[in-house]
């Protein structure tokens, strides 16, 4: 019986949620088959992650309690995962599609020369054991599905957001203490800056609003920020409001910024460019709001609101608001 091995991502203390979304995934999989799921935490006091991620599926936790890989460190987070495939004789890998699993995942596909499946929105097991993944292509204008058939251990990363994380009933979690792999590192995290009122990532949230050309200035993003705060949302922006300035890259939704797969998506003033909609194409729902009713946003939203984002935002604001209270 072999084992799916999940790679788990810390903010601080806790475990990110694309990570559970992860760890739950490899539980469903794991479900025909009986193999067990094993995960895979760096950092000061990584052990401490094993009541949650057993709620969230896992029977075993590799704890690699190093504080100078509190953060990322690419070589070491590599091979080490790679060890750690070896030793629980692992035949699928998967990792949260952030960008740190992304870079792990490609990383450690090269050590052990198997195959990858990247950013995928539906993921199976294949009868010989292997992997099958639908992911976007073309900018998100197609989907494609790609297999691992014979490769082992198979890997994937999961687009954050599409699959649920199931918090389940308390599980025995067996920790498992481990040194980090002694490999040479080339480069090395000194400092992690972040602004000094947190906001919400676009990338993690469930429900993003965004505003793009149609909010005329940065003087209006307030608008924006106003819906977002009442329906409990992040702010996100499109490219051209980005490169004009009005807010900064970390809110950038699309090809060149984050892709994101929340529950909600509502577009202020955003027409809809391929690059935009191949970072959010894949939302569940998704609400657009947009004076030009031939703009291409409305091809993929699920409602559409044709108007003034001046009128029709703050009214939503304003509904959401009392229906809140």
């Not at 080490?80 to 699928?92: E, F, K, P, S």
């Not at 965004?210 to 993003?221: A, D, Q, Y």
């Not at 300035?245 to 027409?271: D, E």
């Not at 409602?303 to 001046?310: K, T």
């Amino acid at each position: 019986m072999g084992a799916l091995l999940v790679l788990l991502e810390r903010r601080g203390s806790e475990l990110k949620v694309a990570s559970l979304q992860a760890l739950s995934t490899a539980r469903r999989l794991s479900a025909a088959t009986g193999d067990s799921v094993v995960a895979l935490a760096f950092g000061s006091g990584a052990a401490s992650a094993a009541a949650l991620a057993g709620a969230h599926g896992a029977d075993r936790l590799f704890a690699v309690e190093d504080a100078a890989l509190d953060l990322y460190v690419p070589e070491v987070y590599a091979a080490t995962l790679a060890d750690v495939a070896t030793q629980c004789a692992a035949d699928t890998i998967l990792a949260a599609g952030t960008s740190l699993g992304r870079d792990v995942a490609a990383r450690t596909c090269a050590r052990l020369g198997t195959g990858l499946l990247s950013d995928v929105v539906e993921i199976e097991r294949t009868a010989g054991g292997g992997l099958r993944g639908k992911r976007p292509v073309y900018s998100g204008k197609a989907y494609a599905w790609a297999s691992v058939p014979d490769a082992r251990p198979s890997m994937a990363t999961l687009r954050p957001n599409v699959f649920p994380a199931v918090n389940g009933a308390p599980r025995a979690v067996e920790v498992v203490s481990l040194a980090p792999a002694s490999v040479p590192v080339r480069a090395r995290v000194v400092r992690l800056t972040t602004p000094a009122a947190q906001e919400l990532d676009v990338a993690e949230a469930a429900i993003v609003v965004s505003g793009g050309r149609g909010m005329k200035g940065p003087e209006h993003f307030g608008l924006i920020r106003d819906l977002a705060a009442a329906l409990g949302g992040a702010v996100g922006a499109s490219r051209a409001v980005v490169d004009a300035g009005w807010i900064s890259h970390a809110h950038q939704v699309g090809q060149t910024g984050k892709v994101v797969s929340p529950s909600l998506y509502v577009a202020c003033g955003i027409s809809g460019a391929i690059q935009h909609l191949a970072g959010m194409s894949s939302s569940k729902v998704i609400v657009a709001i947009n004076k030009d009713a031939e703009a291409p946003i409305f091809k993929v939203a699920t409602y559409g609101i044709v108007g003034d984002v001046f009128e029709v935002v703050p009214k939503l604001t304003e509904a959401i608001t009392k229906l809140r209270s």
